[in-house]
């Protein structure tokens, strides 16, 4: 007789300890009963003596088993992003038995690199880890698809990791013209029955590259050579729930852990990456185009807008419009009293979408029918705030007619066979002009975009964040590299801030020299280490206590900083009310050990957070 302490998978319960007849080793997977319902287990850990209390059989070892790296890297995903062990191992995939057999590859003609791209590969093959910085069009892509081939070739696999589901149609084709079903798509969309078939091709050999977003990076494949994550500096690659890790910073951990090389890359790379790793550079498109950069007055699609569209339209171009907000419009307000129209359940004004008729929370989904009277004061009517991408679209609709638009949010793009019919339209030009929030700028190739409209970007660069300004210049490079891939350009930036970004036109680089300066003056990432708590309750009396607690519980700790307390900047959300705590320090493990010195039931820790507003 054994005794054993498991990990209920993808639980933040407590370890468990069960008895088992049949000899098991870390790492096996097991069937336990928990409360009268059957649960999936991991064995972490053999018991030497009998426990003084009562366990129960475990029911049954299954097939598969995680391997020591996995127990480990989910030891440490636990520590350092605050998780049950059971949560951590949630994330990874057992292994099968035995080694997947080798199998023999084909690998078609690979791109031609220019002389630039050469130069630019053997300079990120001289290191184990290294950042391409490469403006948007210069080939990066192309690179990847090299590094692949060469570690296909040494008999290892390779993971491509990407921000976004909505990126993976576009290089699923690519990857399959050189690689062919050596390839697989592994993200959160896929059914059970897809994970299980793309599982089973894996421990029979067949794939040997998976590309995909975060989750993608948790794939049991064998001899691990090389992680690829593209759009490095991308908020995406943050878990916003339980454990909230960053894959790329986990790419980094587990490259290590696994012997495999890391290549990050970026057109607008993140000043945290830029800091730490070898840079190379890309500095010139593959086709040399000529842009030209206009700052334009307004904060709606205004006459001038839609003049350049329609003569781009006039002209054989397309174009591609930016708008960060969603639905008509993002608030209703009260002209007399000044007030939003508010959820009921969050803090947060409710967006406008009329074509739906109907007022909706983006953040619980509450909706409400459309009132044109304040609910405070009674005045009528109510006006809009911050254009959304259904109004943009409305306005340009009937001022060219005959125009054929795409609109390519969240409220349009809900299933991946949508977005693949979204492309497939842009693509074969039935579109004239795209229209969207931050999911046009995520690396998609729009051949045909000779034209970029970027609104909204002094709104971005007001929000109280001390990344604002790194993610509106970003987003500025990455929308207007989406044109100019083949022909010449116009941007036009709808901006009252044209001193601020106009000197940052040209080369990236230049800005994240300048942004360093800052960070490093203002003590901030990547010069030291942030940590955010959120408390949430019900009672706000009661949130508010449990965050004065914790913030006297955290004072005697020497080595951190409280930077600041409170109710946070959305304060009710989902019914609930919600207190943070933000801290810093230059070291990571003083701040590590204060915090789990005060981690509990009922508090979330947040470390490296990426989100402040």
């Known amino acids: 007789m054994g005794y054993y302490t498991v990990a209920i998978l993808r639980s933040a319960g407590p370890l468990l300890t069960y008895r088992s007849e049949t000899p098991l080793s870390i790492g096996d997977l097991v069937r336990v009963s928990v409360r009268g319902k059957e649960k999936e287990a991991v064995v972490i850990a053999r018991e030497s003596d ?119 149609p576009q290089m699923e084709k690519r990857l399959r013209r050189h690689f062919g079903d050596a390839v697989a798509i592994w993200h959160s969309r896929l059914n059970k029955t897809k994970k299980r078939e793309v599982l089973d091709r894996i421990e029979a050999g067949e794939i040997r590259i998976v590309a995909g977003a975060r989750s993608a990076l948790f794939v049991p494949l064998h001899d691990l050579g090389l992680i690829v994550v593209d759009e490095e500096h ?100 009260c002209d007399a009293c000044g007030r939003t129209r508010q959820c009921p359940y969050c803090s947060v004004g409710m967006s406008l979408h009329r074509r739906r008729s109907y007022l909706r929370c983006h953040y619980c989904g509450f909706t409400e029918p459309i009132s044109d009277t304040c609910e405070h004061c009674g005045h009528s009517p109510l006006i809009s705030d911050r254009i959304g991408t259904e109004e943009a679209i409305e306005i340009l609709t009937e001022a060219i ?18 977005l693949e019919a979204a492309l497939d339209r842009i693509e074969r030009r039935e579109a ?33 964040d001390y990344r604002s300004r790194e993610r509106a210049m970003a987003l500025l490079h990455q929308i207007a590299g989406r044109s100019g891939r083949n022909r010449d350009a116009l941007i036009l930036i709808q901006s009252a801030m044209e001193e601020y970004f106009a000197p940052y036109l040209e080369d990236y680089e230049d800005f994240l020299q300048e942004e360093l300066r800052f960070l490093e003056a203002g003590r901030y990432p990547p010069f030291a280490h942030l940590a955010r708590i959120l408390v949430a309750h019900r009672d706000r ?37 919600r207190y943070t705590v933000l801290l810093r320090s230059t070291r990571r493990t003083p701040l590590l050990q204060a915090l789990h010195a005060v981690d509990e039931r009922g508090i979330e820790i947040d470390m490296d957070p990426v989100e402040f507003s």
């Open 50 to 168: 009998a426990p003084d209390f009562e366990t129960a059989e475990i029911l049954e070892r299954l097939p598969r088993r995680f391997a020591p790296w996995q127990i480990e890297s989910a030891r440490f995903v636990a520590e350092y992003y605050f998780a049950s062990i059971g949560e951590a191992l949630g994330l990874f995939h057992p292994l099968a038995e035995t080694p997947p057999p080798r199998r023999d590859l084909t690998i078609e003609a690979l791109p031609t690199l220019t002389p630039a791209q050469e130069e630019a590969y053997r300079q990120m093959c001289a290191h184990e880890r290294a950042l391409l910085f490469g403006v948007t069009g210069s080939g990066k892509t192309e690179l990847f698809i090299h590094q692949m081939a060469e570690t296909l070739r040494e008999g290892k696999t390779a993971i491509l990791l990407m921000p976004e589901i909505a990126l993976t």
């Open 234 to 333: 991308d908020d995406s690659y943050k878990a916003m729930t339980r454990p909230r890790y960053h894959a790329r910073d986990l790419a980094l951990y587990l490259g290590a852990k696994r012997g495999a090389r890391v290549w990050l890359a970026s057109a607008t790379p993140s000043t945290s990456s830029y800091a730490k790793f070898p840079v190379v550079r890309l500095r010139e498109p593959y086709t040399p185009t000529r842009k030209r950069y206009r700052f334009v007055p307004g904060e709606t699609i205004t006459p001038t807008i839609v003049r350049a569209v329609e003569e781009n339209r006039e002209r054989g171009g397309q174009s591609l419009l930016f708008v960060p907000t969603r639905a008509n419009f993002k608030y209703l307000r």
């Open 401 to 418: 007619p005959g125009i054929r638009i795409v609109q390519f949010d969240k409220d349009a793009i809900t299933t991946p066979r949508k």
């Open 432 to 464: 004239d002009a795209i229209i969207g929030t931050q999911m046009l700028s995520k690396g998609h190739d729009y051949p045909g975009i000779t034209l970029s409209v970027i609104t909204g970007l002094d709104y971005l660069l007001g929000v109280a």
């Open 541 to 577: 009396t009661r949130a508010e206590a449990k965050t004065t607690e914790i913030v006297g519980r955290l004072r005697p700790f020497e080595g951190i900083e409280i930077v600041g307390h409170g109710p946070a900047p959305i304060e009710r959300l989902g019914g609930k009310y």
